[in-house]
């Protein structure tokens, strides 16, 4: 019996025991893994400490990598549970309704942002203790609890001067009864929060933090580790991050909650009237605005409400600093414009900034940093209503270094425009998530380098920039430099409902590089997805690339001249695309269509439609290159890591009447010749066209005993 027989035979077995097993049809992926005699549990590593040249000590993973490293095919299940978090909290129709004690915007923080980024803190409740309370006596509590006097004396008497309470009642007075207990609550909450803010930073010098919050070029420097920061490396080792979650639980909350009983005082009341009200606090600028068209500038803000109107929001408005840990923005409704350099709209550095607006179309601009960052800190931007058009130049939109840094909007037609590093990028050991609950949205990384000012070295004679986005992650990778290597994080992008259109230069929609995952999710509709390198999940070196779309006509495109993209995993990646339904189209210039090199677990699978792909000559859908250094004759190194492990290019597609560049037909299967150096390697291309069958991904299938997964 040959190896090809051997393989079918264990293609016949498998899938029979797991149908049986299972109560349900035979598992079309587990039947095409055993063509070559594989299961899912021989895909992924668990490196061995003694392979010299691997990687090793690689601090700051997130504390989900290790897991799915090993388990490759459980980064579905954990891309779907970030998606079905978004699509539940983010609701337009519910988010204004409790869940258990907390709301639900609190509750999507947490599951997109602190969760993966710090597991100690559960989500239960941020615990806010403070009752409605009258707006001065409120201020005055947090003028007490800093140390600071309210009354004046010496010499044995009151001075005359300054009249701090009688100047705070009557700026006070300028605000309508029936909105001061609840501002006034609002303001001890956050004081609350500042609090627990400080704490994550006691152990921290000042200079320190300083200097990493004044960091603004991270997403530059971080990849090829051209300039090494040892602030970053004293502060991640010093600082009490359950402090900083559990401040940035309280401030998302507290606002939450004043966002919703505002709402319900300006109905009853029936006219807001307009009004300002400003007070300097020891803690930065308190103000607080009525119905009118305003402009508040951001400058030295530690609270900023808005009840109504068309107002304009300049300079770092919702934005903390390395000496004031809390900044935050709450405007209640209007068509609304925010313009800044930046940090701002969002930005928590070194601590906590958090901008929500409940309605109106909205105009979000910054230079950096803004419109959900964290770095060292949570970064929250939450549009709730309306029509909404972002743009920033670099660092934001869902963008988290050592942070998490969060954009949501849950509904209307919005456009995202960033120049690189955001819209959901996980940067050194950060969590960046941006989620869009509803519409049909754009998302454009811009893509001409002569813009950005960001060529791509994968891309040299196109123009093309480095991205870095659309759920994409990226570590420092200091091996070839100071040898100060930290790894990447969660970049992650969802979208939940909508005809949607992604574009990108390199780097982007669902991938990973340096011991971090990218993940990009669409819940359905009819959606364009166009990037050019390293597009469409993707990886280089120890990471995890992941796109799933749930439904819909898609069209998936490399475009210039693209290589290495649509399913290309390069270097111990995991490079995974799931595309549910629909008439799909797949087209790119080079290598992809699920390539995997340098021991890579690469699959591109798509149930069901008339589906077209499109790619170069001389590759196939499922393709494992071939490398010398795979056979243990050919090794002169001290490791063995290359000949250890098992690697695979795995496509599948199920249903409908398909066509191929490569002359392969529906309904077949095509593999390595049993013969070839592959087969010995344990380095497996696999292609299978069929015309029906089903994947399940939870609950997994039975295991079997056995295995090949080497390491």
Known sequence: MNTRTI??????????????????????????????????????????????????????????????????????????????????????TQVDEKLNRDGHLYNAVHDLGIGPKFGALRGYSSNLTAEPTPLDEAVLTLIRKLDRPTRFYTFHMELPYPELQENLTAEVSKVPEAFRPILGKLVLDLLEADRWAELAFRRVDGRTRSVV??????????????????????????????????????????????????????????EVPPFAFDWESPLGWIRIRGSGNDTVDGHDTWLVVDLGGDDQYTGPVAASTADRPIGVLLDCGGNDRY???????????????????????????????????????????????????????????????????????????????LYADGQGLGGISGVGTLADRKGDDTYELVRDSAVTGRPSYHSPDDNVSVSNGQGCAMGRRGDGADGHSYAGGLGALLDAEG???????????????????????????????????????????????????????????????????????????????????????YEMKGDGMSHSINRSVTALIDTGGDDSYQGKEECRPGMAREDAKF???????????????????????????????????????????????????????????????EVHFVPRPVRLPGGTRGG
């Open 339 to 417: 313009t800044a350099v930046g940090p701002a709209q969002g930005a928590g550095m070194c601590g906590v900034g958090v901008l929500i607006d409940a309605a109106g179309d909205d105009t979000y601009t910054a230079d950096r940093c803004a419109q959900g960052i964290g770095q060292f800190g949570l970064g929250l931007c939450a549009d709730l209503g309306g029509d909404d058009t972002y743009f920033n130049k670099f660092s934001g939109q869902g963008c988290g270094y050592f942070g998490v840094g969060l954009l949501f909007d849950c509904q209307g037609n919005d456009a995202y425009r």
């Open 499 to 585: 005809n949607d259109s992604y574009l990108s230069g390199n780097w982007t929609m669902g991938t990973g590089y340096w011991w971090g995952m990218g993940l990009l999710h669409d819940g359905g509709g009819d959606d364009v997805y166009r990037g050019v390198c390293y597009t469409q999940a993707t990886g280089a070196h120890f990471c995890i690339g992941v796109l799933i779309d749930e439904g819909g006509n898609d069209r998936h495109v490399a475009e210039v001249n693209s290589h290495s993209s649509i399913v290309w995993g390069h270097d111990f990646t995991i490079a995974l695309l799931l595309d549910v339904g629909g008439d799909d189209s």
């Open 7 to 92: 393989c079918i035979a264990v293609a016949t077995i498998v899938g029979s025991c797991v149908g049986t097993a299972a109560g349900r049809q035979p598992d079309a992926l587990d039947e095409a893994l055993a063509l070559v005699g594989l299961q899912r549990e021989d895909l992924g590593w668990r490196p061995k400490g003694w392979w010299g040249r691997f990687p090793g000590d690689i601090p700051y993973k997130l504390r989900f990598f290790d897991s799915l490293f090993a388990e490759p095919l459980d980064s579905v299940a954990f891309g779907r549970a970030l998606a079905h978090s978004a699509g539940v909290h983010l609701d337009p």
């Open 213 to 270: 919050a004044r960091r603004y070029n991270l997403g530059d420097e971080q990849v090829d580790a051209y300039d090494f920061c040892p602030e970053l490396d004293d502060l991640a080792r010093q600082w009490d991050e359950a402090c900083l979650w559990y401040a940035g639980g309280k401030v998302v909350e507290a606002v939450d909650v004043a966002r919703v009983a505002l709402a319900a005082a300006a109905a009853d009341a029936g």
């Open 631 to 693: 056979h243990l004759a050919e090794v002169h190194d001290v490791s063995t890591y290359w000949t250890d492990t098992t690697s695979l290019g795995l496509f599948l597609d199920i249903g409908g009447d398909d066509t191929y560049w490569s002359g392969h037909q529906d309904n077949t299967h095509w593999l390595d010749e049993p013969d070839s150096p592959n087969v010995a390697d344990r380095n497996f291309s696999i292609g299978v066209d069929r015309p029906d069958g």
